[in-house]
């Protein structure tokens, strides 16, 4: 078995070989959106139970058809709900099109022009699903208190925003993360605000478990290509992590060795 083979992202209890998490929305057409998938390498990817069709309506084409979950794990949100009790209503029909699927990713937004995380509804709705047996994955904002709320409920990861969602501008707070990150005994998955590979490798370098992400891929101008891109920026900056950086300086520190030199 390799290092990277080793290396492996767990949530609620299952391993997984990626830890580049997509989502399935914006591509032109169903095609596109397995060919980006496969890029990408990802293991997980997201549906937005309230936008694409996976059996709710039987007469149309179903995602399931191009990723089915023999071969992927899909993962239902809830885009698009601004309560706790749509958000709970929707992953509870999510479990029912899906056969009993638990795993579930929640998201209660406040407002339709930031799209930030409604905590109080988000921390409501966690609470439902978790009694009622969903192993919750919740995007949340990028305040640590709230994410140790969450994981004390019982959520099974952490998915606190870089920047806005969809907005591409990357890690605008890479100290709350790193709080997040420090305090964290589930895994933290970065959701939402990655622009381009870069974005990811700084992600993953800075600790977090992996990287959930839709708008930038199937918004490049090369869907495929830059899921590809984004594949390699994840596994650059997992390796840079694990590798360990060197400490920052304020002060130069020569490239060759000094002992030995010739006077």
């Known amino acids: ?49 309230r936008r694409v069709n996976i059996g709710q309506d039987p007469k149309a084409p179903s995602l399931l058809d191009v990723l089915p979950p023999s071969e992927y794990t899909i993962l239902p949100n809830t885009a698009g709900c601004y309560t706790a009790k749509d958000a709970v209503y ?6 029912e099109l899906l056969n009993g699927h638990k795993l579930v990713k929640l998201e209660v937004l406040g407002d339709e022009k930031t799209l930030f995380p409604n905590m ?17 994955m919740v995007y949340c904002s990028d305040d640590p208190i709230q994410a140790r709320m969450l994981e004390d409920i019982g959520c099974v990861a952490v998915m606190p925003l870089a920047s806005l969602i969809g907005s591409g501008m990357g890690i605008l707070n890479p100290w709350n993360l790193s709080l997040i990150i420090e305090q964290a005994k589930v895994p933290v998955l970065v959701d939402a605000g990655v622009g381009t590979a870069s974005d990811a490798a700084i992600t993953m370098e800075l600790g977090c478990d992996g990287v959930l992400m839709n708008t930038a891929i199937a918004g490049a101008q090369d869907p495929v290509r830059m899921a590809r891109a984004m594949r390699l920026g994840v596994q650059a900056g997992r390796e840079a992590y694990l590798a360990g950086r060197i400490p920052r300086r304020f002060a130069a520190s020569p490239s060759s060795p000094m002992a030995g030199r010739l006077a």
């Open 120 to 136: 109080p509804e988000t921390l409501a709705a966690a609470a439902t699903l978790v009694r009622e047996g969903f192993d919750v």
């Open 90 to 95: 929707t992953l509870q029909m999510a479990r």
């Open 1 to 49: 078995m390799t290092e990277a083979n080793k290396d492996l992202l767990t949530i609620a209890g299952k391993q997984y070989q990626s830890r580049l998490l997509v989502g399935s929305g914006k591509y032109k057409d169903l095609q596109q959106t397995r060919e980006a998938t496969d890029a990408a390498g990802a293991d997980i990817i997201t549906v937005a139970i």
